[in-house]
C-alpha cells in the first residue's frame, strides 16, 4: 500500500524530465528534475544570495513562523472557548471577526511594515493572522459542538465552572481544535513566504532566497526552493497528525 503512495510522484518526475530532454519544454522555463537537483546541491553548498545557505534561511523562516503561530495560538483558543461558550460574548465579537476574517493576511503587509518595520515582527504579525481565524473559528465550532447531554451530567454531578471549563470544554473541543493548528500552521506557511518576498531585514528567509534567485534567472533554485518549503510544510503537517493521534486516543 505504501508502495502504491511512491507511483504518481515517480511518474510525475519521469514525464517532467521526458518533456525537458526532448526540448518540449524550455530549460529556462522549467528545468528538469536533474536541473532542479542540481541547483538544491547549490543552495545548500553555496547558498542563494551566495554566502547564505539554505538551512540558515530555513532556520529564519521557522524562527517567524514559531513567533506568529504562538501568538496565534496563545490568543485564539483562550478567546474561542470563551466565545464558543458564552453567547453574549460571542454575539459581541462575532461581528467584529467576520468583518476582518475575511481580509487576506497579505493585505496587512503594508500596514505590518508600517508598524512594525522590515523584520522578524512584521513576518511575525503576518503569520498571526494567517493561522488565527482557523484556529479561532474551530475552537468555537469545537466547543459548540460538544454534546450537551455531557455538559448537563457535569452539572448534575454538582462540577464548578472550572471544572467543567477544564474537563469538559477543552477537552470536548481538542479534536477540532487540533484540526484547526493544522489548517492556521498551513495558511501561516504560505503567508510567511509571501511576507519574506517584500524584503527581510535579515537578508534571510525562504521566500527571500526565492525571489533573489528569480532577480539572476535561477529558475533551477527557484523550484528547488519551492519544493523545500512544500517539504518543510509536509513535515510540519506530521508532527501535527502525529500528535493528534497521541492527545486524542479516543477518536
Not at 553548498?45 to 532556520?59: D, V
Not at 459581541?92 to 476582518?100: A, F, R, T
Not at 468555537?140 to 454538582?158: D, F, H, Q, S
Request: positive net charge.
Amino acid at each position: 500500500m505504501k508502495g502504491k503512495r511512491l507511483i504518481p510522484p515517480i511518474v510525475l518526475l519521469l514525464g517532467w524530465q521526458l518533456l525537458s530532454a526532448t526540448g518540449l519544454i524550455p530549460a529556462f522555463k522549467l528545468p528538469s528534475p536533474i536541473q532542479v537537483a542540481m541547483g538544491l546541491v547549490d543552495l545548500i553548498r553555496t547558498g542563494m544570495p551566495p554566502g547564505h545557505p539554505l538551512h540558515i534561511h530555513i532556520y529564519y523562516s521557522l524562527l517567524r513562523v514559531v513567533w506568529g503561530f504562538s501568538l496565534a495560538l496563545f490568543i485564539a483558543i483562550p478567546l474561542g472557548l470563551l466565545m464558543g461558550w458564552s453567547r453574549t460574548v460571542r454575539a459581541m465579537l462575532e461581528p467584529l471577526v467576520e468583518l476582518i476574517r475575511p481580509i487576506p493576511p497579505l493585505a496587512w503587509i503594508p500596514l505590518s511594515i508600517l508598524w512594525f518595520g522590515i523584520g522578524i515582527k512584521s513576518a511575525a504579525f503576518i503569520i498571526f493572522l494567517g493561522a488565527f481565524f482557523p484556529i479561532l473559528l474551530s475552537t468555537i465550532n469545537g466547543v459548540r459542538g460538544i454534546e450537551p447531554v455531557l455538559i448537563e451530567a457535569a452539572r448534575m454531578l454538582n462540577a464548578g465552572r472550572l471544572f467543567l471549563f477544564l474537563n469538559v470544554l477543552v477537552p470536548g473541543a481538542l479534536p477540532t481544535i487540533l484540526t484547526g493548528m493544522r489548517i492556521g500552521i498551513g495558511v501561516g506557511w504560505m503567508s510567511l513566504v509571501a511576507a519574506e518576498f517584500t524584503g527581510v531585514r535579515q537578508g534571510y528567509g525562504l521566500g527571500y532566497m526565492i525571489m533573489t534567485a528569480r532577480d539572476i534567472q535561477r529558475s533551477d533554485e527557484i523550484i528547488a526552493g519551492m519544493l523545500v518549503i512544500g517539504a518543510i510544510g509536509l513535515g510540519i503537517d506530521i508532527c501535527l497528525q502525529t500528535a493528534e493521534r497521541h492527545l486524542v486516543k479516543w477518536r
